[in-house]
């Protein structure tokens, strides 16, 4: 009977301490998120993108593309 209390107590610390440790690595995530850079994207109308043709060689049957690499 004394050997279950102690395996028990056991059990439930050794639980508490592996469920408290992901705590701490959340609080050090939220701190490295804050001090990143600003973003580059850059969002623009439908009307202002410059259409190419994918594959020039094949004419009127090339379908649209944009070029997204800058």
């Known amino acids: 009977m004394i050997k279950a209390k102690i395996f028990f107590t056991l059990l ?26 600003e973003s580059t994207n850059e969002v623009v109308l439908a009307a202002d993108i410059e259409w190419e043709k994918l594959n020039p060689a094949r004419g009127d049957q090339s379908p649209p593309s944009r070029n997204n690499l800058g």
Request: hydrophobic share 30%; glycine share 0%; with cysteine.
């Open 12 to 37: 439930i610390a050794s639980s508490m301490t592996a469920c408290s440790e992901p705590q701490e690595a959340a609080k050090s995530e939220s701190i490295q998120t804050e001090t990143q850079v």
